[in-house]
Protein backbone atom coordinates (compact mmCIF):
# COMPACT_ATOMS: atom_id res chain seq x y z
CA UNK A 1 0.00 0.00 0.00
CA UNK A 2 1.37 3.57 -0.92
CA UNK A 3 1.39 5.98 1.62
CA UNK A 4 1.40 10.13 1.51
CA UNK A 5 4.65 11.76 2.91
CA UNK A 6 4.61 15.23 4.54
CA UNK A 7 8.20 16.83 5.28
CA UNK A 8 7.95 19.69 6.38
CA UNK A 9 10.53 22.29 7.37
CA UNK A 10 11.68 25.86 8.19
CA UNK A 11 12.53 28.33 5.37
CA UNK A 12 15.95 27.31 3.88
CA UNK A 13 16.12 23.90 5.12
CA UNK A 14 15.96 22.03 2.02
CA UNK A 15 13.09 20.92 1.33
CA UNK A 16 13.48 21.54 -2.67
CA UNK A 17 16.70 20.32 -2.64
CA UNK A 18 15.22 17.29 -0.70
CA UNK A 19 12.49 16.69 -3.37
CA UNK A 20 14.61 17.07 -6.42
CA UNK A 21 17.05 14.45 -4.82
CA UNK A 22 14.10 11.85 -4.29
CA UNK A 23 13.01 12.54 -7.94
CA UNK A 24 16.50 11.40 -9.13
CA UNK A 25 16.48 9.06 -7.36
CA UNK A 26 13.37 7.38 -8.47
CA UNK A 27 14.15 8.07 -11.82
CA UNK A 28 18.14 6.55 -11.28
CA UNK A 29 16.44 3.06 -11.13
CA UNK A 30 13.82 3.48 -13.64
CA UNK A 31 10.83 4.67 -11.94
CA UNK A 32 8.60 7.53 -13.46
CA UNK A 33 7.71 10.42 -11.37
CA UNK A 34 5.50 13.50 -12.14
CA UNK A 35 6.30 16.81 -10.01
CA UNK A 36 3.66 19.72 -8.97
CA UNK A 37 3.52 22.71 -6.89
CA UNK A 38 0.34 25.23 -6.33
CA UNK A 39 -0.02 27.60 -8.84
CA UNK A 40 0.40 30.13 -6.33
CA UNK A 41 3.56 29.85 -5.69
CA UNK A 42 5.15 32.18 -8.61
CA UNK A 43 8.99 32.70 -7.13
CA UNK A 44 10.26 30.40 -10.08
CA UNK A 45 7.56 30.42 -13.09
CA UNK A 46 6.23 26.84 -13.34
CA UNK A 47 9.94 25.77 -11.78
CA UNK A 48 10.62 23.82 -8.71
CA UNK A 49 13.98 25.36 -7.67
CA UNK A 50 16.22 24.65 -4.98
CA UNK A 51 19.16 27.13 -2.88
CA UNK A 52 21.66 25.27 -4.94
CA UNK A 53 20.71 25.80 -8.11
CA UNK A 54 18.97 22.71 -9.36
CA UNK A 55 16.03 23.27 -11.23
CA UNK A 56 13.42 21.69 -12.92
CA UNK A 57 9.85 22.16 -13.90
CA UNK A 58 7.32 21.11 -12.56
CA UNK A 59 5.06 18.85 -14.70
CA UNK A 60 1.74 20.09 -13.64
CA UNK A 61 0.78 23.84 -11.52
CA UNK A 62 -2.00 23.13 -8.81
CA UNK A 63 -4.60 25.78 -9.44
CA UNK A 64 -6.94 27.18 -6.63
CA UNK A 65 -10.09 25.10 -6.03
CA UNK A 66 -9.16 22.70 -8.73
CA UNK A 67 -8.90 18.84 -8.78
CA UNK A 68 -5.70 17.18 -7.77
CA UNK A 69 -6.70 13.95 -8.91
CA UNK A 70 -8.00 14.65 -12.23
CA UNK A 71 -4.81 16.80 -12.39
CA UNK A 72 -2.52 13.71 -11.72
CA UNK A 73 -4.98 11.61 -13.73
CA UNK A 74 -4.10 13.91 -17.49
CA UNK A 75 -0.65 14.79 -16.79
CA UNK A 76 -0.68 10.45 -15.77
CA UNK A 77 -1.75 9.53 -18.95
CA UNK A 78 -1.54 5.81 -19.39
CA UNK A 79 2.16 5.31 -18.59
CA UNK A 80 2.37 4.37 -14.92
CA UNK A 81 3.75 6.70 -12.46
CA UNK A 82 5.64 5.66 -8.69
CA UNK A 83 5.51 8.26 -7.36
CA UNK A 84 3.71 11.96 -6.86
CA UNK A 85 6.18 14.78 -5.47
CA UNK A 86 4.62 18.05 -4.12
CA UNK A 87 6.73 21.58 -3.31
CA UNK A 88 5.30 24.26 -1.53
CA UNK A 89 2.52 22.24 -0.16
CA UNK A 90 1.27 24.86 2.36
CA UNK A 91 -0.65 26.47 0.02
CA UNK A 92 -2.74 23.80 -1.04
CA UNK A 93 -6.50 23.63 0.58
CA UNK A 94 -7.61 20.89 3.05
CA UNK A 95 -9.71 19.34 -0.13
CA UNK A 96 -6.36 19.09 -2.57
CA UNK A 97 -4.38 17.46 0.54
CA UNK A 98 -7.31 15.25 1.00
CA UNK A 99 -6.76 14.28 -2.45
CA UNK A 100 -3.35 13.38 -1.91
CA UNK A 101 -4.41 11.01 0.17
CA UNK A 102 -6.83 9.30 -2.15
CA UNK A 103 -4.32 9.36 -4.98
CA UNK A 104 -1.67 7.08 -2.58
CA UNK A 105 -4.77 4.67 -1.21
CA UNK A 106 -6.84 4.77 -4.37
CA UNK A 107 -3.99 4.83 -7.27
CA UNK A 108 -1.58 3.18 -4.98
CA UNK A 109 1.41 5.84 -6.31
CA UNK A 110 3.29 7.24 -2.85
CA UNK A 111 3.05 10.96 -2.90
CA UNK A 112 5.66 12.60 -0.86
CA UNK A 113 4.31 16.47 0.07
CA UNK A 114 7.20 19.30 0.74
CA UNK A 115 6.35 22.46 2.74
CA UNK A 116 6.37 24.65 5.75
CA UNK A 117 4.52 24.43 8.77
CA UNK A 118 3.44 27.53 9.68
CA UNK A 119 3.83 31.20 8.45
CA UNK A 120 5.40 34.19 9.87
CA UNK A 121 2.74 34.58 12.80
CA UNK A 122 3.52 30.79 13.99
CA UNK A 123 -0.05 29.93 11.86
CA UNK A 124 -0.44 26.67 10.90
CA UNK A 125 -0.98 27.10 7.26
CA UNK A 126 -4.63 24.86 5.68
CA UNK A 127 -2.37 22.72 3.95
CA UNK A 128 0.18 21.91 6.15
CA UNK A 129 -2.48 21.38 9.28
CA UNK A 130 -4.10 18.94 6.98
CA UNK A 131 -1.01 16.89 6.21
CA UNK A 132 -0.23 17.02 10.00
CA UNK A 133 -3.80 15.19 10.84
CA UNK A 134 -3.46 12.39 7.71
CA UNK A 135 -0.30 11.97 6.33
CA UNK A 136 1.08 8.35 7.04
CA UNK A 137 5.09 9.50 7.67
CA UNK A 138 5.71 12.99 9.24
CA UNK A 139 9.41 14.06 8.68
CA UNK A 140 11.02 17.47 9.81
CA UNK A 141 13.93 18.72 7.49
CA UNK A 142 16.04 20.55 10.06
CA UNK A 143 18.08 24.09 9.47
CA UNK A 144 19.52 25.96 11.82
CA UNK A 145 18.68 29.57 13.54
CA UNK A 146 21.65 32.49 13.39
CA UNK A 147 22.38 31.79 16.71
CA UNK A 148 23.22 28.26 15.88
CA UNK A 149 19.91 26.47 17.41
CA UNK A 150 17.59 24.73 15.01
CA UNK A 151 15.31 27.15 13.50
CA UNK A 152 11.33 26.90 14.34
CA UNK A 153 9.79 29.67 13.15
CA UNK A 154 9.91 31.90 9.62
CA UNK A 155 10.24 35.91 10.84
CA UNK A 156 9.05 38.24 7.84
CA UNK A 157 10.89 40.98 7.26
CA UNK A 158 9.63 44.43 5.55
CA UNK A 159 11.52 47.62 5.05
CA UNK A 160 14.38 45.96 7.31
CA UNK A 161 11.73 45.27 10.14
CA UNK A 162 10.64 42.04 11.50
CA UNK A 163 6.49 42.29 11.30
CA UNK A 164 4.19 39.82 13.08
CA UNK A 165 0.91 40.65 11.46
CA UNK A 166 -0.66 41.20 8.24
CA UNK A 167 -1.36 38.83 5.21
CA UNK A 168 -0.31 34.72 5.75
CA UNK A 169 0.36 34.58 1.80
CA UNK A 170 2.60 37.50 0.19
CA UNK A 171 4.23 36.36 -2.79
CA UNK A 172 4.08 39.01 -5.40
CA UNK A 173 4.58 42.79 -5.18
CA UNK A 174 6.29 43.38 -2.00
CA UNK A 175 9.37 43.93 -0.26
CA UNK A 176 8.80 40.85 2.14
CA UNK A 177 11.82 38.99 3.13
CA UNK A 178 12.16 35.90 5.29
CA UNK A 179 14.77 34.41 7.83
CA UNK A 180 14.16 31.40 10.21
CA UNK A 181 14.76 31.89 13.93
CA UNK A 182 15.06 29.85 16.92
CA UNK A 183 12.22 29.99 19.70
CA UNK A 184 14.32 32.35 21.53
CA UNK A 185 15.68 34.62 18.79
CA UNK A 186 11.65 34.62 17.62
CA UNK A 187 10.81 36.32 20.45
CA UNK A 188 13.68 38.64 21.34
CA UNK A 189 12.76 39.81 17.67
CA UNK A 190 8.65 40.02 18.77
CA UNK A 191 9.68 41.77 21.92
CA UNK A 192 9.49 39.01 24.32
CA UNK A 193 6.29 37.74 23.77
CA UNK A 194 4.13 35.29 21.16
CA UNK A 195 2.27 37.50 18.73
CA UNK A 196 -1.50 37.11 18.70
CA UNK A 197 -2.63 37.44 15.09
CA UNK A 198 -6.07 38.18 13.97
CA UNK A 199 -6.97 35.48 11.75
CA UNK A 200 -9.48 35.68 8.87
CA UNK A 201 -12.42 33.55 8.21
CA UNK A 202 -10.95 31.42 6.09
CA UNK A 203 -7.83 30.27 8.60
Do not use: W
Not at 52 to 72: K, M, N, Y
Not at 118 to 131: C, K, M, N, Q, W
Not at 135 to 154: D, V, Y
Amino acid sequence: MAKLYFRYGAMNSGKSTALLQAAFNYEERGHRVLLAKPGIDTKADGAISSRLGVSREADFLIGAGTSVRELFAACRGTAPVHALLVDEAQFLDSAQVDALLEIALLEDVPVLAYGIRTDFRTVAFPGSRRLLEISHSIEELKTICRCGRKALFNARIENGRFVFSGEQVVIDGTEAGYESLCGNCYLTESGGSMPRPVLSAAE
